[in-house]
T-cell receptor, first 111, second 120 residues
Framework: QKEVEQDPGPLSVPEGAIVSLNCTYS??????FMWYRQYSRKGPELLMY????GNKEDGRFTAQVDKSSKYISLFIRDSQPSDSATYLC???????????FGRGTSLIVHP | DADVTQTPRNRITKTGKRIMLECSQT?????MYWYRQDPGLGLRLIYY???????NKGEISDGYSVSRQAQAKFSLSLESAIPNQTALYFC???????????????????FGPGTRLTVL
């Protein structure tokens, strides 16, 4: 079993929908939880990160961490076609440890 | 100009050939990484380097070698390419935790645009 599990999708939703992307993990030492966004033919870029448990909001995006369940989520409100991309979760122990990436979920937002 | 550049962007080669992929960065970061990305398998770490004199194997280093020529340059070599090395290859950089340049969170990886390698 991989340390970080993520459903590869694809997830197809209509424009304006609320999107929920999720990852589960097994290593309780993870402290930092990140979401990267990767557009087609591009490298991943950090979208958001959260330290420990709780929520963090940035515009239409909300990152949520539940350490007791070892479960993290990324919510996208009012999804747009420009949100179509692959979203990779990543986690690290902090202190500049190398992050462990999930497989990525392909999201398609259709007009 | 892009902070992390990779050359070539696309390469088609034949089984048994030696291939070098190059990465350069202008971010001033000490740490550099090579990943490969395959459909359904996500990003897998091949090698990483925390400074010019430091080279470490990642999850899938067999069949690959690296060279850290300078702080800004990190190259990946396939000594004898095989078809199952067909993949998208990414170089990435990150800051050192005590560099003083960044805020508390230092785990951000900055990726290059990728090299699409096909081995026939």
């Amino acid at each position: 079993q991989k340390e970080v599990e993520q459903d590869p999708g694809p997830l197809s939703v209509p424009e304006g929908a609320i999107v929920s992307l999720n990852c589960t993990y097994s290593n309780s030492a993870f402290q930092y939880f990140m979401w990267y966004r990767q557009y087609s033919r591009k490298g991943p870029e950090l979208l958001m990160y959260t330290y420990s448990s709780g929520n963090k909001e940035d515009g239409r995006f909300t990152a949520q961490v539940d350490k007791s369940s070892k479960y993290i989520s990324l919510f996208i409100r009012d999804s747009q076609p420009s949100d179509s991309a692959t979203y990779l979760c990543a986690m690290s122990k902090g202190g500049s440890y190398i992050p462990t990436f999930g497989r990525g979920t392909s999201l398609i937002v259709h007009p | 100009d892009a902070d992390v550049t990779q050359t070539p962007r696309n390469r088609i080669t034949k089984t048994g050939k030696r291939i070098m992929l190059e990465c350069s960065q202008t971010k001033g970061h000490d740490r550099m990484y090579w990943y490969r990305q395959d459909p359904g398998l996500g990003l897998r770490l091949i090698y990483y380097s925390f400074d010019v004199k430091d080279i470490n194997k990642g999850e899938i280093s067999d069949g690959y070698s690296v060279s850290r020529q300078a702080q800004a340059k990190f190259s990946l070599s396939l000594e004898s390419a095989i078809p199952n090395q067909t993949a998208l290859y990414f170089c990435a950089t990150s800051d050192r935790g005590d560099s003083g340049r960044s805020a508390a969170f230092t785990d951000t990886q900055y990726f290059g645009p990728g090299t699409r390698l096909t081995v026939l």
